[in-house]
């Protein structure tokens, strides 16, 4: 039989045609499920970009269930930057808007790709991977800011890594055009 549907149930009844037209019974329903076939979809709408200066964040719709090609599915994010080989690694919930968070160095430049995996039995079939999405994280070298002297209500310029400051409590602020700060 050709053309059925992968991942999909179907009922046959065999019946005995004989040449000279005479019939036999039908005999029992039988049922058989086709096997999973290839997904035909990545995962969509990938973006990629630097958080801060020390990570990486991607992002991703899922693949319309419709092109599964299986019930069971799993999506795996191939990844690379400047310092490591390539790397692999499977996310199990193909069905929700997706987002990964990596630790980066800064400068470092990162390239990703994904894939729709369809699993059966412990067999995998794989989809196609993605266009490649890159993003290369800021370089995190110290920048201006002004800071408050803690002994008077003037603010300093003063060179500090962006690691430094605004954790909350911190009396530094990126510099501002206009005037609103006194000069130290």
Sequence with gaps: MTGLQPDSFYFFRLK?????????????????????GKPTQPPQNIKVSAVDFNGVKITWDPPAQKTWKCGHV?????????????????LFSPAEKGLQVFEAQPSSTWTFQMRTEAIEEGKVEPGDWS????????????????????????????FLSPRRHFHGTSPCRPRQSGSDMGAA
């Design 16 to 36: 005995a045609v004989h040449k000279n037209g005479k019939q036999g019974q039908p005999g029992p329903v039988a049922r058989e499920k086709t096997a999973c």
């Design 74 to 90: 799993s999506l795996t994010l191939k990844f690379q930057n400047d310092t490591t080989t390539t790397a692999q690694m499977k």
């Design 131 to 158: 266009d490649d999405k890159s993003v290369t994280v800021p370089s995190g070298i110290p920048g201006e800011f002004w800071c408050r002297n803690i002994f008077s209500s003037l603010y300093q310029r003063r």
